[in-house]
């Protein structure tokens, strides 16, 4: 199955103005994350998706190809749905343009669970404490026997009741993948009422009946939001 990581690259940022064209170390945000990227062999194709000409100047002088997006999106799905129409693959993979370092073990476990026909979209989770799970930021996920997400929340679940010792959350890791149709669907789909409680887009598909396929992994990606995880992505590189 042929496979394409897209990556969204929107321009505008709220916390840290312009982060995708930041310095790292000699070179910018968006062109880490796309090299390292493609570096991880896992995909036959990987396109920066952006609205923006100096994100696409900056790809372009690394060799990369660009699809250059025409419409405004409110999200990073909705804005590599455009690109379809350039891209042939069948398996899609939503790599976050803000983060720099990505992990070749992650990204080919999840392209791997295709390989059951069932799974028709796949994401990534890691293990956090309890008291990581009180942050809102954190995105907590639960799993059926399968696997399968259950429900994603910004609160901490399970709840847990009894108060037992030592109990472990599941974080979801923002990267996704999809086969083709079901991307091209869930960006027509309107949000739907969990959705907009949490604002979280992965709640429209579970409300839709959609299976996202969970991929357990150790790697804690470093997502540049503001200054300070800029920092600490230049201090991450340094010790490579």
């Known amino acids: 199955m042929k496979s394409a990581a897209l990556i969204p690259a929107r321009f505008a940022s709220t916390r840290l103005p312009a982060k995708l064209i930041q310095d790292l170390g000699g070179k910018s945000v968006i062109q880490r994350t796309y090299l390292s990227t493609l570096d991880t062999g896992v995909f036959d194709e990987v396109w920066v998706v952006t609205d923006h000409e100096e994100i696409a100047n900056q790809i372009r002088q690394v060799g990369g190809q660009v699809f250059f997006s025409k419409r405004q999106h409110e999200s990073g799905s909705d804005r590599i749905a455009e690109a379809l129409d350039q891209v042939d693959a ?3 993979v939503n790599v976050q343009g803000d983060e720099p370092f990505q992990d070749a073990n992650s ?37 059926d026997e399968k696997g399968d997400a259950l429900y994603f929340s910004r609160s901490p679940i399970p709840f847990n009741r009894d108060k037992l010792p030592n109990l472990t959350y599941k974080k979801h890791i923002g990267v996704y993948a999809y086969r083709r149709d079901i991307l091209s669907q869930f960006t027509t789909w309107p949000k739907g009422e ?18 996202i396929r969970m ?26």
Do not use: C
Request: aromatic share 4%.
């Open 215 to 240: 991929v357990k992994t150790s790697h804690q990606p470093i997502a540049i939001d503001t200054s300070e995880d800029l920092e600490r992505a230049r201090k991450f590189l340094k010790n490579l």
């Open 90 to 92: 069948e398996l899609i």
């Open 107 to 143: 990204l080919k476990s999840l392209v791997e669970v295709f390989q059951d026909d069932e799974v028709q979209m796949a994401s990534l989770f890691h293990e956090i404490s309890e008291e990581e799970a009180q942050n809102p930021n954190a995105v907590k996920v639960v799993l």
């Open 194 to 211: 969990l959705e907009q409680i949490e604002m979280l887009e992965q709640l429209r598909l579970l409300e839709k009946g959609i299976k």
